[in-house]
């Protein structure tokens, strides 16, 4: 079981623990914990991808002399970058009704949330490239390399992401 559940199950109050023992309950909690989890570590994801963004936006305003086959590229970046975090955001969370044709299941959950937990580090890598691009101003010769980098990392998040649709829609 992922790292996350057990500190969201430590962080249970008196009550919690007491009707943890009602039968039935348990299995219910335990999905709702793991549901939770998924929740915080996606919120983590996205948070990495906003800051990303925005440190991206600031960047490209400040080379606002771009050569134009510059500026098509950074702008096709942008688009992307946009995307992902609005993909990563909004992510299926996991839950599926009583109803329900497909159920995720608890091994499922627990591959979300290992999927999640690479889609944080990969968020942090592409926030990473992208505040070293930053860095590098949009004007110098390293610019366009580091461009590429942060494409292949927002490709290895796109990769990630489909990967979790994949476990999320498993029959």
Known sequence: MPDVVEKVKT????????????????????????RESDRLVRQQAAASLKKALDLYKRSLSAG????????????????????????????????????DAVKVREDRLDQMISVDHDLVS???????????????GALSATWSQNLVDVEAVIGRVEEALQKRDAVISQP
């Not at 008196?14 to 999905?31: A, N």
């Not at 990969?122 to 590098?136: H, N, R, Y």
């Open 11 to 34: 962080q249970r109050g008196l009550f919690e623990r007491i009707v943890h023992y009602i039968p039935g309950y348990r299995g219910y909690k335990e999905k709702e914990i793991r």
């Open 64 to 99: 606002a002399d771009l050569p134009e086959s510059k500026r098509l590229a950074a702008d096709r970046v942008l688009s992307r970058l946009d995307l992902l975090k609005e993909r990563v955001a909004k992510a299926e969370g996991g839950y599926s009704g009583l109803f």
């Open 122 to 136: 990969l968020c942090s890598e592409l926030a990473g490239k992208v505040e070293k691009m930053a860095q590098s």
